[in-house]
């Protein structure tokens, strides 16, 4: 009864808080589960298909070129003539230790050849998140202190014409008129081959070919986080304390960034995480486009070759990749907004 009472007359402020920590361990379990799903996923299938599972594993045109021993060795590997529970067992095991298998085709193991391309795709997701959310707020902040006027109108016409183009074709039409016509930008690639640069110059030379790829992803996730933040900002400029602000004689620059941008934050930053994975699959397609060195060239090259386990392997690595970004992105609310963080 005291709880009820103590419940009754508790600012709603803190009851916000108090929800808003418990959904934050409850976000936290749901990666652990949504994680530990996909594994099993991932264990049960090639299991649970007909036949043999090493045959739905690697594939029957790999099985083709394996010497039995090397069949007798993968099958005591994956523990596939044991029970379904040691196996599953075997299975964790095996990813603890860092173990997805063994690329056919590269002849080395799955993770080896992941972290040589891993790296590449990570630089190129990461900084297109962050110079898309970070223009996006910007921008969005910009259009929605000035909404109705010219400025308003370009930014949000010309975003809206560039949202329409998926990511492969806005790569590929800025490949065909800076990297064909103008000559401007290579074609292809991460670094210049055999080029020896060090450096500043090998600093230079990866911005230069990072410049395209990078340019398309940015100019098509930019409309999201632009919307979202011009459209905060505008409701946000008409509460109480914005009207507050002004009365008290704030610069307008404070007020635009300060007070009402400063609150568009947090929108933004769940919006950047529900689009991460989004992104990344974005990344894939222009990295086939313009050759560059990461997974989705990888990727690409494991179904020309039906590479099975680098295959799942390399879904996997991204799977992981996207729930950790989320999580991560999760955690960083606390450093926006200072109420969260007394709740936990």
Sequence with gaps: MQECVRAKNEPAPNKILKITAGLKKAAFLNYVVALFLILTIN?????????????????????????????????????????LGEQYLSYLTSLCRGDLGHSYYYNTPVLKVISGF???????????????????????????????????????????????????????????????????????????????????????????????PLGALVLV????????????????????????????????????????????????????????????TGTLFVEIVFSYPGLGSLLYKSLLTRDYPLMVGILLVITIVVLTINLLLDVFYSKLDPRVAKCT
Excluded at 122 to 138: R, V
Excluded at 139 to 154: A, H, N, P, W, Y
Excluded at 240 to 263: D, M, Q, S
Aim: net charge positive; proline share 6%; charged share 15%.
């Design 43 to 83: 264990f049960l299938v090639p299991r649970l298909m007909p036949g043999d599972p090493l045959q739905a594993i690697y594939g029957s045109e790999a099985l083709l070129v394996i010497t039995p021993e090397l069949q007798e060795e993968l099958t005591h590997r994956f523990s596939l003539d044991r029970p």
């Design 118 to 212: 891993l790296p590449w795709t990570l630089l190129l997701a990461g900084l297109a998140l962050l110079i898309s959310t970070l223009l996006g707020f910007f921008l969005g902040v910009e259009s929605g202190f000035r909404r109705g006027r010219t400025l308003d109108r370009v930014l949000l016409g010309g975003v809206m014409l560039f949202s329409g183009f998926p990511d492969f074709f806005m790569g590929i039409v800025l490949l065909l008129f800076f990297g064909v016509f103008l000559s401007l930008v290579p074609l292809s690639g991460a670094l210049t081959p055999y080029a020896g640069h060090s450096g500043l110059l090998l600093v230079m030379d990866l911005l230069h070919h990072l410049a395209l």
């Design 221 to 280: 996730r930019l409309t999201g986080t632009y919307l979202l933040t011009r459209n905060t900002m505008i409701t946000t400029l008409g509460e109480a304390f914005i009207l507050t602000a002004r009365a008290k004689g704030c610069p307008e620059r404070v007020i635009r960034y300060r007070h009402a941008g400063r609150n568009t934050l947090l929108p933004v930053v769940t919006a950047a995480g529900l689009q991460f994975a989004h992104l990344v």
